[in-house]
């Protein structure tokens, strides 16, 4: 079985691609430069021929994806931008939903073989509106139309997260309504996964923090660096990279998650929260003052949480804890020469 996975020098893709290796896919690469794809062809070197590397210049332009597509038996669309250089909304928009729609008609139009396309979506996708002094749950059901709105009104001013959650929701939405249009002409259906922060040890070529995908560098300033109190006692809701990887490839066969949006998350908590269960974890970090501590008696009042039952139902496998992810987080860092 070949698969296609785009923006396959992610952190998430990097992990995606050796899990589909390991468990014996073939692999289609799509990167947007050869140069870019220079970390994953030493990284990937043992696979020999299992995998191969294509280059897409420009997700933004019409049949980007027509050779890509190609002979491959199933796609993962991950390419899609987290953190861009100016504050332009259609910057994460346009290559977010051009690019979604793009794979899926050059899949409509060349991918003869494709069964099963998987996005990426994320809660940013989920997330709506927050009560300030109570927990909102989100689950499936909901969508992230406030944000969509927000950056309607407020264009270039409106918050960086908020146009990344407007660019993930309006993809999502063009995914759904793309095949809605095009059911009765095509052979493969729809997945769309939808991650919290992801966290984990990186597979890509890191030199300094500040190469750090998003989530892990999020998390790299919210553990390694002191913080203000609302941050700290801010909420995350966390999958691990491994385990997101291995959802990506039970989602390209698993029956039930057809058709489905499918949140991956283990849980919520609090930066703050993280911190105390980091120390208890590793003492040595806190004692000698390299990592610090934070305001341990903060209250632990979680905002928002994603409800994690239709994920764990269609694909019934354990996630890492945090206690687990963090341990992995903590040592990667420190083989990096970043905990000094
Ligand atoms: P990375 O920033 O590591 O990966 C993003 C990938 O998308 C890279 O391959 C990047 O290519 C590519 N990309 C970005 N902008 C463009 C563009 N304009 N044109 C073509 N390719 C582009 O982030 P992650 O691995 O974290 O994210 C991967 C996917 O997972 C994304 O769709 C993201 O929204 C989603 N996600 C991530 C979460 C997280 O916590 N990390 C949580 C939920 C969802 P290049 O290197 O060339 O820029």
């Known amino acids: 079985t070949k698969v296609l996975v785009s923006g396959a020098n992610g952190y998430i893709a990097m992990w995606v691609v050796r899990t589909l290796l390991e468990k014996g896919f073939t ?100 997330q709506g509106h927050m009560i300030k002094g109570s927990t909102v749950t989100f689950d499936e059901s909901h969508w992230g139309d406030e944000a969509v709105e927000i950056v309607k009104v407020e264009g270039a001013k409106a918050p960086e997260m908020t146009k990344y959650r407007a660019s993930k929701t309006l993809a999502e939405r063009a995914a ?12 493969w259906d729809l997945v769309a996964l939808n991650p919290p922060f992801v966290f984990g040890p990186s597979l890509q070529e890191l030199k300094v923090p500040a190469d750090l995908n998003l989530s892990m560098d999020v998390a790299y300033q ?84 994603y409800n994690n039952e239709k994920g764990k139902k269609i694909f019934g496998f354990k996630y890492k804890t945090l206690e687990e992810i963090l341990i992995e987080l903590l040592a990667d860092f420190e083989e990096r020469g970043w905990l000094a």
């Open 222 to 305: 919210n553990l390694c660096i002191d913080q203000p109190d609302d941050v700290l006692q801010s909420t995350h809701n966390y999958i691990s990279v491994q385990d997101i990887a291995i959802a990506h490839v039970a989602a390209l066969s698993n029956k039930a998650a057809g058709g489905q949006r499918i949140i991956i998350s283990e849980g919520a908590t609090t930066w703050q929260e993280t911190r105390n269960l980091a120390a208890s974890l590793r003492p040595d970090l806190y004692a000698s003052g390299v990592l610090p501590r934070g305001n341990p008696n903060l209250p632990k009042d979680l905002q928002f949480i």
């Open 176 to 187: 759904w309504d793309f095949h809605k249009q095009y059911q009765t002409k095509i052979q």
């Open 27 to 126: 692999v289609r690469g799509a990167v947007r430069s050869a140069e870019k794809g220079k970390r994953l062809r030493e990284y990937f070197q043992p696979y020999g021929d299992k995998v191969e590397w294509v280059v897409v210049e420009d997700i933004t332009k019409d049949g980007a994806y027509d050779e890509a597509v190609k002979d491959v038996d199933a796609i993962e669309h991950m390419a899609s931008p987290v953190t861009p250089p100016t504050g332009d909304p259609d910057d994460y928009i346009k290559p977010a939903v051009h690019g979604t729609v793009g794979i899926l008609k050059s899949a409509h139009k060349f991918g003869n073989r494709v069964k099963r396309i998987v996005v990426t979506s994320s809660v940013a996708a989920i």
